[in-house]
Structures are given as structure tokens and as C-alpha cells.
């Protein structure tokens, strides 16, 4: 089945696409080059935007001072950040549609589900790229940012259930015991991660504010006066932590001949101690630049990986229409 391999290849170039993306947001977040474009599709007027200040009008600070939130001193860094941003988006969304393209030509026939969700995901990210136009017209809304990435974990767990489907023709997934626990688990470890990440984004609002209170002379300061909402994450990422510990031990105790599912437990397991790793580094380090868009990163990561797992642990219902062909 060689077109359902090359759906699967491009499902996961897509999937890692959207990991980057979310990635590059992370670092226009902590750059703080949201508003580097005013303005949405283009920026500062321009399809290509400015590389340098005398490529503007002699007004831009009265054409977009007001959306700049203050910083109407233009900023070429930002504002390439943030069109980097732009274009990485567009590269996805041409990504998603080649997949719904392979889906359509793979399993039009055997499996009309992998090509609905190919499809699904196709028109959420059309959505997404108008949500992130409201985002830029919201002058970076928290609730609009949060809705944003929220909609991107979505995209991802309908892909990684597209790309699933399409494994259960050519591979075997190892059988567990008591699968019913263990699932529950797993589920609850997901909605936690997704509480965990939604939490972290309110945490670095209130960085911002701690930030802009505090400056950055005194960065290393900044954790003592976050308050509750950061000892509740710092509290929850031990519970995550814990929860994920006994999935991975429980799988591993389980399963006699090693595949999918273990392999994926391991990942889980190296992906949540490299997030604990950037968190600590977050809190000790004073909060590192470049260690904000990893850990944001790293937490989605987590998510898709423990999304897996609960698909291969239901697989007979996951795969129900597969099986009773």
C-alpha cells in the first residue's frame, strides 16, 4: 500500500510542522513580537514587510502606534519574527490540504474515516489562521492567544487520529492487560497536561506583568512574586509527573514483547522529564528567553504522545470499522 505510506510520511512532516509552529509562537510570545505586524494578512502594509525604518511612511507612528501598545518605535527583529511566524502557518495549512489529498487517494475506499479527518483538520486550520487574524485585531487578547493554541492541540490530535488509523493496516499494536484502567489514566494525565498548559499561559501573563512591574534587573526576583496560580502549576507538574510515572511503569509491566505502545511510553517518559527539567529552569534560572517557547513546546508534545497511547489502548474501538471490514 504504497499511497498509505506516503500519507502516513506526510501525516507526521505535518504533525511536526504544527509542533514547530507551535514552537516559533512560543518564541514571538516570549520575544514579544505579537504586534511586529500590526496588522493582518499583511504587514505594515506590505506582503514582505520592512526590513528597515526608512522603508516606512513618515507616519507610521500615527498609522500604528495604537496597535503597537506603546512600542511604535519600529523593530525589524520583531517584526520579521512575527512574519516568520506568518508564513510558517501558511506552510501548514498547504501541509494539512496535501494530507487530506493522500487520505482521499489512499483510503477513499478502505477507511472513508482517515479521509473525514483529513478533511476536518484541513478546515480547522483554515479556521486557526482566521482566529489568528482575530488574535493580531484583539491586540493580543489572552483569551484570544489561549483559543489559538488550544485549537492547535486539537489540529494535532485529529491528524495523530488520522495517521493511527492508517497503522492499523500495516502493524501490529501489542496487547495489554487490564487496557480499562489504563486508559482511564491515560485520560486523565491528558486532561490534566491541557489544564497544566492552559495554567502556564495564565502564569506568563502574569510574568508579563511582574516583568514590565519589576524590569529586568531584578529577573531573578520575578518567581517570588508570581503568587498562587505559579505554586499551583509548580504543583501539578509533580501530580503530572507522578501520573505519568505509573503509566509508564504500568505499561511496561504489562507488556511482554516490545511495539507501539512501549515505544511510546518511553518517549513519554523522556519528554515529561525534559519539561520538568525546563520548568525548574524557568523558575531558577529567572525564566530564560529561549526556555519559554521549549517548555510550552515540550507540554503540547506531551499531549499528543499520551493521545497516542489512549488510541492504541482502544484500539477495538478506535479501529471498529477498520476490523469489521
Given at each position: 500500500m504504497t499511497h498509505g505510506k506516503v500519507f502516513r510520511k506526510l501525516g507526521f512532516w505535518t504533525i511536526g510542522a504544527i509542533y514547530f509552529l507551535i514552537l516559533v509562537g512560543g518564541i514571538v510570545r516570549a520575544t514579544g513580537s505579537g504586534m511586529g505586524c500590526p496588522d493582518w494578512p499583511k504587514?505594515?502594509?506590505s506582503w514582505v514587510p520592512p526590513t528597515d525604518i526608512s522603508q516606512l511612511p513618515s507616519n507610521y507612528k500615527e498609522i500604528y502606534g495604537e496597535k503597537l501598545k506603546g512600542e511604535i518605535e519600529f523593530n525589524a527583529v520583531k517584526t520579521w519574527i512575527e512574519y516568520i511566524n506568518r508564513l510558517v502557518g501558511v506552510a501548514i495549512g498547504f501541509l494539512v490540504f496535501g494530507t487530506f489529498v493522500s487520505a482521499f487517494v489512499s483510503f477513499r475506499k478502505q477507511d472513508k474515516t482517515i479521509v473525514l479527518l483529513s478533511l476536518l483538520a484541513t478546515i480547522l486550520v483554515a479556521f486557526e489562521g482566521w482566529l489568528g487574524s482575530k488574535v493580531v485585531s484583539s491586540e493580543l487578547h489572552p483569551v484570544m492567544i489561549?483559543?489559538?493554541?488550544?485549537?492547535?492541540?486539537?489540529?494535532?490530535?485529529v491528524l495523530l487520529y488520522a495517521v493511527a488509523r492508517s497503522y492499523n493496516y500495516v502493524i501490529e499494536i501489542e496487547d495489554i492487560a487490564d487496557k480499562s484502567s489504563l486508559s482511564f489514566?491515560?485520560?486523565?494525565a491528558i486532561f490534566l497536561t491541557i489544564g497544566q498548559v492552559l495554567l502556564g499561559t495564565q502564569v506568563r501573563e502574569i510574568v508579563d506583568q511582574v516583568a514590565n512591574s519589576m524590569g529586568e534587573a531584578l529577573r531573578t526576583e520575578w518567581v517570588a512574586n508570581l503568587g498562587g496560580k505559579f505554586q499551583m502549576h509548580a504543583f501539578f507538574s509533580i501530580v503530572i509527573v507522578i501520573i505519568n510515572l505509573f503509566i509508564?511503569?504500568?505499561?511496561?509491566?504489562?507488556?511482554?514483547?516490545?511495539?507501539?505502545?512501549?515505544?511510546?511510553?518511553n518517549w513519554l517518559v523522556i519528554i515529561i522529564g525534559i519539561e520538568l527539567l525546563s520548568g525548574l529552569s524557568l523558575a531558577y534560572l529567572g525564566f530564560p528567553r529561549l526556555m519559554q517557547?521549549?517548555?510550552?513546546?515540550?507540554?503540547?508534545?506531551?499531549?499528543?504522545?499520551?493521545?497516542?497511547?489512549?488510541?492504541?489502548?482502544?484500539k477495538e474501538r478506535v479501529f471498529r470499522s477498520i476490523a469489521s471490514k
Open positions: 504587514c505594515f502594509g489561549t483559543l489559538h493554541m488550544i485549537l492547535s492541540v486539537i489540529i494535532v490530535f489514566l491515560v485520560s486523565a509508564y511503569y504500568r505499561i511496561k509491566k504489562s507488556v511482554e514483547n516490545k511495539g507501539l505502545l512501549t515505544t511510546f511510553a517557547p521549549i517548555h510550552l513546546t515540550l507540554g503540547t508534545l506531551a499531549i499528543g504522545v499520551q493521545f497516542v497511547i489512549f488510541l492504541f489502548l482502544n
